[in-house]
């Protein structure tokens, strides 16, 4: 579901190439599990907190239809 979201937020978007890059992330990292490289359940859910934090942000800022004030780094 994250990944499909991510996926879908607007290219003109100021947070899309962010959700690119997160998803991008994640993906490799479902491919690694897959090949049953261990990953470190810290560095997964951080990655997916990142996630939902782009996807919240994008909708606030499609909701406001403002720059959003805050960057990602503040979150992290």
């Not at 290219?11 to 599990?33: N, P, Q």
Request: hydrophobic content about 40%.
């Amino acid at each position: 579901m994250l990944l499909a979201r991510l996926e879908r937020i607007s290219a003109d978007s100021f947070w899309a190439h962010r959700a690119s890059g997160t998803r991008g992330s994640l993906i490799k990292l479902e491919e690694l599990m897959d090949e049953g490289v261990f990953i470190s359940p810290k560095e997964a859910t951080e990655l997916m907190e990142t996630g939902f934090t782009i996807l919240e942000q994008a909708v606030l800022k499609k909701k406001s239809g403002t720059r959003p004030e805050k960057s990602l780094q503040e979150y992290g």
